[in-house]
């Protein structure tokens, strides 16, 4: 690698990390009580929303009744989605024409952008209209990373807060994350992305001359539109020549912004972030790549903050950073040094890589190897799942990492507040592991962990792995699974499995070389998002219901300090080995397999 990659590699970390301090000290300053300027601007809005949703937000919630607002929040804004999908061809601001979106489809659709998974088994620019798109899906990429972190909140306040039954208001959450937070933001980064080309308008779409005329070979059919044969019995074909093309257009600045920022990830356009319209410069793709991460590493001193201990939300921000930067520099080597089978044929070589250029497969010319292998492992650390290169065309290890980085539940960095809340739940059973080596009750951050956080920690950790191991398992037995599958083998195994690793941890990136817009994935796939979604945010709000009742233990010579660099290991070995022993056998059937043929 160059040292210009180094140098790219280093300075987003350096951004990233930088930003933590002071977005996340503006966090924990909105979800304490908006800071005097900004209640000034946006309080007289807070307040009105309030008045006319009838939400009285000096209400507490208990843990239970939180769980409930959410859900049907969540529901409602499912069954709107649905709806949009299925009466667009009916709907204004639709200058394509485009007709109703299936119904297998428009609910894993659906379900995908109310789970901020945003799984998209279509092609944006062919399938949804402007309005679709705007009032369906962007709306839904606000409110599905704002209710992501309202359920974080609840768990920060059962940990600081004692001998209370109230978790707080989900209402408030919900809405002083949207407007304070998550609006300015979006408006920021789509300023950004639109003065770098970013398409944002609601133009038809446009028919250019193309510069350079071409042709191609299209089927020849009879007027029925059944193929017709030659006299070998096989379909025959006429030249067509190509002079036109069209341009897809749209407010696509709008979404880009949101999608990255909320860890949501799924594109106005079918290739996402590598279509020219939504990622056109370098300049654009460090932005949106930065936005994927900023907000879940600034939620680490959030919490670190609000707890009254900063130091607390820097560890958790290091474990998270270190399992991070050592999976990129995999990703980052295995795609530099290309394939011994280029190599094989001749490609030019070099003392340290197989090819000079590394492995341009599938990526963009303008990012470059660096760049792609950098958005592919935040875009799985996060629950975002944007991509700006095909991960089915990484090196098999290449690809073993944005695989195996959601397999650890993302909670490397993870979805906007879901990734924080996943990361400390494996914090609980890090101090749990601690408390029985030296025979005392586990505490964290001074309340005692007992048997039932364990077992609904135990919930949070273990629900992704059985929904991604079982509907893989189901998939390659069953015809409809195996018949999507545009490699067979090991590589088509590692379709499947990344497909449910995506869907069952909300994350949303595809391996590619998978026709995921079928019934069977259609349904088996909206199953596991809404599983990976809510089966893990309500046994976390149940700890911090159980939290928050519970007093303050004094810190004792025994007590597990929590911000030391030896729980950092600890806490980065739990992630690291209930990953690894969950996951390795899958692995080896896939990805590693993968490796070693290709060595051969």
């Not at 210009?4 to 590699?9: D, E, S």
């Not at 005329?213 to 089927?219: A, I, L, N, R």
């Not at 962990?449 to 919930?459: G, R």
């Not at 497909?499 to 909206?526: D, K």
Request: net charge neutral.
């Amino acid at each position: 690698m160059t040292i210009n990659g180094y140098l790219q590699l280093v300075f987003y970390m350096v951004v990233l990390i930088g930003l933590a301090r002071p977005l996340g000290t503006y966090m924990a300053r909105v979800f304490d009580g908006p800071p005097m300027i900004l209640d000034r601007v946006l309080g007289p809005i807070e307040r009105l929303i309030y008045r006319f949703c009838a939400v009285d937000p000096e209400q507490g919630m208990t843990w239970r009744t939180y769980a409930v607002a959410m859900m049907i929040f969540n529901l409602l804004g499912l069954l709107v989605v649905y709806a949009l999908q299925r009466l667009q061809g009916i709907l204004p601001l639709n200058p394509q024409g485009l007709g109703a979106v299936t119904s297998d489809s428009s609910f894993n659709t659906a379900v995908s952008f109310a789970t901020n998974t945003n799984w998209q088994g279509y092609g944006g620019e062919s399938t949804m209209s402007y309005l679709t798109q705007m009032l369906g899906l962007n709306v839904q990429n606000f409110v599905s990373a704002a209710a992501g972190i309202a359920v974080l909140l609840p768990l920060i306040r059962g940990l600081r807060q004692t001998t209370s039954k109230f978790i707080g208001n989900f209402w408030v959450d919900l809405t002083r994350t949207t407007l304070y937070i998550l609006l300015p933001l979006s408006i920021l980064w789509a300023l950004v992305q639109v003065s770098q080309g970013v398409v944002q308008n609601f133009s038809p779409y446009a028919t250019v001359t193309l510069v350079q005329p071409t042709s191609y070979s299209s089927p020849v059919k009879d007027a029925d539109g059944n193929a017709v044969l030659d006299e070998h019995g096989q379909p025959k074909t006429e030249t067509v020549p190509l002079t036109e093309q069209t341009l897809p257009m749209g407010p696509a600045a709008s979404q880009v912004a949101i999608k990255q920022l909320g860890t949501n990830g799924g594109g106005f356009f079918n290739v996402n972030s590598a279509h020219p319209y939504e990622n056109p410069t370098p300049l654009s793709n460090f932005i949106e790549a930065l936005g994927i991460l900023v907000i879940s590493a600034a939620l680490c001193y959030t919490f670190g903050k609000m707890v009254g201990d900063t130091r607390q939300g820097w560890a958790v921000l290091a474990a998270m950073t270190v399992i991070f930067v050592v999976l990129l520099g995999l990703c980052v080597w295995s795609e530099q040094r290309g394939t011994p089978q280029l190599a094989a044929l001749g490609a030019d070589q070099t003392a340290s890589t197989l090819q000079a250029g590394g492995n341009m497969e599938g990526k963009e010319v303008r990012f470059g190897v660096v760049n792609s292998a950098l958005w592919a492992t935040a875009t799985t650390a996060a629950s975002n799942g944007s991509v700006n290169s095909m991960h089915a065309s990484f090196t098999p290890l290449g690809g073993l990492v944005p695989m195996f980085m959601m397999q650890l539940g993302e909670v490397i960095y993870g979805g906007v507040g879901s990734g924080l809340y996943g990361m400390l739940m494996f914090a609980i059973v890090a101090v749990f592991v601690a408390g029985l080596m030296v025979g005392r009750t586990p505490e964290y951050l001074g309340k005692k962990i007992e048997a039932y956080e364990m077992k609904m920690a135990s919930l949070v950790i273990l629900i992704p792995p059985v929904i991604v191991l079982g509907f893989t398992a189901l998939a390659v037995v069953v015809p409809a699974g195996v018949a999507s599958r545009l490699n067979s083998g090991v590589h088509g195994f590692s379709e499947i499995l990344y497909a449910y690793s995506s869907m069952g941890n909300n994350n949303g990136s595809a391996f590619a070389g998978l026709n995921a817009n079928v019934p069977f994935y259609n349904l088996t796939g909206g199953i596991a998002m809404l599983f990976a979604r809510y089966w893990l945010a309500i046994p976390t709000l149940a700890i911090a219901g159980s939290l928050a009742q519970k007093k303050v233990v004094p810190v004792s010579p025994g007590t597990l300090p929590t911000h030391t660099p030896l729980f950092i290991v600890m806490l980065i070995g739990v992630v690291i080995i209930v990953g690894a022993l969950t996951f390795i056998p899958a692995l080896a059937l896939g990805p590693i397999v993968e490796h070693l043929m290709m060595l051969a």
